[in-house]
């Protein structure tokens, strides 16, 4: 039952990501992220972190897919994407051999059964308490630090987020140029 | 029986679709999501290995690393969006201002 999820969440994951790298598109680049996040926390459910599954298709695919979404307003998506694709023999070379040497470092344990799996050493096991409940307390607990400087990190970003594209809102930055806006900002500032 | 080896596999494979799409592709919006691949990626590599060491701290960096990439994407859509009302376009190559 395990093998049978396992395998189908890793088909649709795999052919979800290789339609965003290789569509022509970006909205069905987008659409195919969003499903490939919502099949990932499938497998985050099957290893037994549910919290972690829900943050996954909230935050993912609520949040930071609707971020896309919302910021591919202002690209002109229905086009295609024109892209100077080089067909670098030496490039292609490149990243197929990166790809072939990635998958080969992780799964020499396959054939040599060195890693062994040590259990005994831990200090953090999930004991009693079910997933959410542990997760809370090791979050509020030994992690407390980093879950704070997350949260400043965030409270930067979206700060950072919303003086980047609201500036000058009113005055349409696609159609002037550089030049344009600034003398418009000296106007501006003559006016008053 | 699906072993830890499993899910690396997998993530190895998740991460080198990503890896392939940030060397190829030229459009920064694509690039983002080429990112947010090798990220997620990561994160099932991180939640495997927590489970079979039946450890949570894998979990918890797979959390942060979540939020790492909330930031990431706000920060980065606000510079994009900025890039395309200055040049009109998200072409990588219209970034090089160096002729070389």
């Known amino acids: 039952m395990e093998a049978i999820a396992f395998y189908l969440f890793s088909v649709i994951t795999i052919g979800m990501f290789a339609i965003v790298v290789f569509s022509k598109n970006a909205l069905y680049a987008m659409s195919a992220l969003a499903g490939g996040m919502i099949a990932i926390s499938g497998f985050f459910f099957m290893l037994d972190a549910d919290f972690l599954g829900a943050v996954q298709i909230i935050v993912y695919t609520g949040a930071v897919m609707a971020l896309y979404a919302f910021g591919m307003m202002f690209f002109d998506t229905t086009k295609d994407v024109k892209e100077n694709i080089k067909e670098d023999k030496i490039v292609n070379a490149l990243w197929i051999s990166a790809v072939v040497i990635l998958i080969v470092i992780v799964s020499v344990p396959f054939v040599s059964d060195h890693i062994m799996l040590d259990a005994s050493t831990s200090d953090y096991k999930v004991i009693g308490a079910n997933n959410p409940q542990a997760v809370g307390i090791f979050l509020f607990t030994k992690y407390l630090v980093q879950f704070e400087l997350a949260a400043v990190m965030l409270l930067v970003a979206m700060i950072a987020g919303i003086i980047l594209v609201s500036k000058k809102m009113d005055i349409s930055l696609t159609t002037t140029v550089e030049e344009k806006i600034e003398k418009e900002e000296f106007d501006i500032k003559d006016a008053k | ?100």
Do not use: C, P
């Open chain 2, 1 to 100: 029986m699906i072993t830890l080896t499993h899910y690396l596999v997998l993530s190895a494979i998740l991460f080198s679709i990503g890896l392939a799409g940030v060397i190829r592709r030229k459009n920064l919006l694509l690039l983002f999501f080429s990112t947010e691949i090798m990220l997620n990626a990561a994160n099932i590599g991180f939640a495997a290995i927590g489970k079979f060491y039946g450890d949570l701290t894998g979990q918890m960096v797979a959390f942060f690393i979540i939020a790492v990439a909330a930031s990431e994407v706000a920060v980065g859509l606000g510079l994009l969006v900025l890039w395309y009302k200055r040049t009109g376009t998200i072409d990588l190559e219209s970034m090089q201002e160096m002729k070389g």
